[in-house]
Nanobody, 119 residues
């Protein structure tokens, strides 16, 4: 069973920065896309960013220019650099990975890490 272990959340003031990390462990399978979703209190979970194995990226419109996603394939790790943070960015951030298990693509999510941006 694949495990996604997140770190890097915390409390930051408006305009500050945080860097999230997520390592996929316990897998001998190939990992396709990795990324991050988030869920704010009382709101639906939304996609933040995705990155393919070859490095192609896409972002939700509200994160473009402020967030940068990257990955280290050798370490099965994905990162999210978040700059110019706003109170609206307050949410639980979940790591995502698409794992190819015997030619079947399966999605996995981490347990989540809290990001709180104070005004």
């Amino acid at each position: 069973q694949v495990q996604l272990v997140e770190s890097g959340g915390g409390l930051v003031r408006t305009g500050g920065s945080l860097r999230l990390s997520c390592a996929a462990t316990r897998t001998a399978f190939s990992i396709n896309a990795m990324g991050w979703d988030r869920q704010a209190p009382g709101k639906q979970r939304e996609q933040v960013a995705r990155i393919t194995r070859t490095g192609s990226t896409n972002y939700a419109d509200s994160m473009k220019g402020r967030f940068t996603i990257s990955r280290d394939n050798a370490k099965n790790t994905v990162y999210l650099q978040m700059n110019s943070l706003k109170p609206d960015d307050t949410a639980v951030y979940y790591c995502y990975a698409e794992v190819v298990e015997y030619e079947v693509k399966r999605p996995y999510w981490g347990q989540g890490t809290q990001v709180t941006v104070s005004s």
